[in-house]
Each structure stands twice: as C-alpha cells, then as structure tokens.
T-cell receptor, first 110, second 115 residues
C-alpha cells in the first residue's frame, strides 16, 4: 500500500512554463520532505516542511504543506531544463521511517 | 567531505548467484538505511541501522536478503541466492541524526540486474 500518492506521474513541459505537482495521503505526517533525483543518481533533499500550512521557497520552487499535514505541493515557476528529474515526496510519521511516493517525472525541454 | 559511497555501481549476475552490495556512509553519521527502487513500487526501505545496530528489518523481502554493519564506516547488503525479481536499484543512505527522521543523504545506488 502506497501511503503517499503523487500526481501527475509524468509531466513534459517547455522551458518557461509553470507547473505544480502534488503529494497526497490519508495519513498525517509529522513532517514532509521533497527530494529531486537525477538519472543515475540518488535522491537529493530539497526541503523539509514541518508545520501545517507552511510555505517554503527555494528560488523558483515553492513548497506548501497542507493545513492538516496530509498533503503537499511543489510549484515551479518558469521551469528550466535543469529542473528535469524525478521529484519525490517523503512523509515522516514517527522516528526514522520515511514513506516515499513513487514520484513525478518532469521533463523540461528548451 | 565525500558523500555516501556505494559499490559496485552496476552488477549483472545470473539467477542463483550470491550478490553483495557495499556502502560507506558519511563519516559521523549515526543512521544508515538500505532502500530498493523499482518502477512498480518506488523507493522501499529495506533495513535501518542506528549506531551499527539493526533497528528495523521489516522491509527485507525474505530470508534471501541479509544486511550487516560491522562498524560505523561500512555496511553490506547480501542476496543469496539472487532471483530475476531482485533486479532493481539499491540505495544506501545515511543521516547524522539518531532518529533518522530528518535529512537523509543518498549514495549513487547500485543497479542490479539478475538474468
């Protein structure tokens, strides 16, 4: 059973477009992390959100944690080819365990 | 500082053979995780070590899988005998925090193909 559902599964856009990807669950998480994974590499942490309703910005990336701490979104403004990769969300319920979604595969073409 | 180091990067083996994957965590990190990634199931936690002690191995698929951490700087994941359904990318990750709930640093992975 997948605790975290990510959508869309695949996204192909042109450089300069905006996009939003979603991470949803019926479970409450103490915190939620977003990772980006490039081909042939391991995931790299982008951000951790902890408080319900929290919004964090990382340059052109905006992350939001839902009020009930069950869902999150990632919005990218003016996407660039360097944003291409697999975006994974991971929820922390207690202690050490990270529950990963299957990811959104993003392709940004020039 | 070097990141998490995994070897080999690619492994191709025949069904029934023993496979050993290796991991060197970041120096000073207390927690170590082994994950498996497939298209169908995504990233799955196999086992978690804290201070070299296995804390949770509930994700290990079956008895064919075993993991060890003899010291703070080395861990192995062994599959014996290997089967085609074990084909996946295996990641090792380490974390500086005892709880491990925060930032995890992933290695580049080992792509395993069992024919």
């Amino acid at each position: 059973t997948q605790l975290l559902e990510q959508s869309p599964q695949f996204l192909s856009i042109q450089e300069g477009e905006n996009l939003t990807v979603y991470c949803n669950s019926s479970s409450v998480f103490s915190s939620l992390q977003w990772y980006r994974q490039e081909p042939g590499e391991g995931p790299v942490l982008l951000v951790t959100v902890v408080t319900g309703g929290e919004v964090k910005k990382l340059k052109r990336l905006t992350f939001q944690f839902g009020d009930a701490r069950k869902d999150s979104s990632l919005h990218i403004t003016a996407a660039q080819p360097g944003d291409t990769g697999l975006y994974l969300c991971a929820g922390v319920r207690s202690g050490y365990a990270l529950n990963f979604g299957k990811g959104t595969s993003l392709l940004v073409t020039p | 500082d070097a990141g998490v180091i995994q070897s080999p990067r690619h492994e191709v083996t025949e069904m029934g053979q023993e496979v050993t994957l290796r991991c060197k965590p970041i120096s000073g990190h207390n927690s170590l995780f082994w994950y498996r990634q497939t298209m169908m199931r995504g990233l799955e936690l196999l086992i978690y070590f804290n201070n070299n002690v296995p804390i949770d191995d509930s994700g290990m698929p079956e008895d064919r899988f075993s993991a060890k951490m003899p010291n703070a700087s080395f861990s192995t994941l062994k599959i014996q005998p290997s089967e085609p359904r074990d084909s996946a990318v295996y990641f090792c990750a380490s974390s500086p925090r005892t709880s491990g709930g925060d930032e995890q640093y992933f290695g580049p992975g080992t792509r395993l193909t069992v024919t």
